[in-house]
């Protein structure tokens, strides 16, 4: 059976579309007119037989099939952006600074680091993990190339950069963990500055529940260890979810938390070209996993 061929000139309008949210901004990225982009998603959709976006005079959202479009496009463009790029440099060589927020190195950087040894075997990856305050001092600082970090609450605190991902934040307790709603909430927490600790205070102020702190962790391991371990109760994002860690239900003792936010900064500096493939491939394999919901 003879297969049809996807054109990357159009994938590449679609993909600018998707990051964009914008007919207007894509056509500015790529050098083209908001018409002239429209045409182009119009022709994939009509040479895949699918609708890619669901529009209305208000807003643009990708369908369930432009969502699974989005994360192959990607990689075609990156395998043919990458091999181009070769021919016309030669092999890439030197090194690279990258910061990632403790949270994703159990779930995402083996998978993360054996796709940027495949793409770029001549560079050599610096590799520092740890929570995001530290990551984006060290980032302004000049220590690091890019970051992959949970926003802060005060943008202006941070380095600007581009929200890729959205999560709710959960109440957590160990599985076997007895509470006791008369009594102050006994809360597990990180060093400050810490947005999650922040935000468990003001969400228990703003129903004035009486809380303590038992135990301060400087790490992501030793927090969900003193949770596990039945010390108090936290909040994380929804992802954390384990067996030995169950999801507390909001009522009047446990009020609702809000999303938090996964920023990437650095896309725009002098190692864009290898910051963006790989936050590229963060973003969908986060996607394709369900753990995180994609930025509009």
Not at 90 to 99: F, W
Not at 141 to 161: A, C, T
Not at 209 to 221: A, D, F, G, N, Y
Request: aromatic content about 6%; glycine content about 8%; proline content about 5%.
């Amino acid at each position: 059976m003879h297969e049809r061929n996807l054109d990357t000139d159009l994938l590449r309008a679609f993909v600018a579309v998707a990051e964009t949210g914008s007919f207007t901004s894509a056509g500015d990225l790529v050098g083209r007119t908001q018409s002239a982009v429209s045409q182009k998603v119009l022709r994939l959709e009509e040479a895949i037989g699918r609708r890619v976006f669901a529009r209305t005079s208000r807003s643009l959202r990708l369908t369930r099939d432009g969502e699974l479009l989005l994360v192959v496009a990607r990689r075609m463009l990156e395998l043919n952006d990458t091999y181009l790029r070769s021919l016309r440099d030669g092999p890439v060589a030197g090194t690279l600074r990258l910061g990632i927020a403790e949270n994703l190195v159990a779930t995402q950087l083996p998978a993360l680091v054996s796709r940027f040894c495949r793409l770029y075997p001549g560079i050599h990856l610096d590799l520092m993990t740890g929570l995001s305050f530290d990551l984006v001092t060290a980032y302004k600082d000049g220590q690091l190339d890019g970051v992959i970090v949970r926003g802060r609450r005060d943008p202006g605190s941070q380095p600007s950069g581009r929200m890729i991902w959205r999560e709710p934040l959960v109440w957590m307790a160990a599985a076997d963990h007895v509470l006791d709603p008369s009594g102050p909430a006994r809360l597990v927490m990180l060093r400050p500055p810490c947005n999650f600790r922040e935000t468990m205070i003001e969400a228990l102020e703003s129903i004035r529940r009486e809380w303590i702190t038992v135990c301060t962790s400087s790490s992501l391991t030793g927090l969900q260890a003193a949770v596990a371990g039945g010390m108090g109760v936290t909040a994380l994002g929804r992802s954390f979810a384990r067996e030995e860690l169950r999801i507390l239900n909001t009522d009047d003792v446990w009020p609702p938390l809000p999303t938090t936010e996964v920023v990437a900064i650095g896309e725009e500096g002098p190692t864009a070209d290898l910051v963006r493939p790989l936050v590229s491939y963060l973003e969908d394999r986060m996607a394709e996993a369900g753990a995180f919901s994609r930025a509009a």
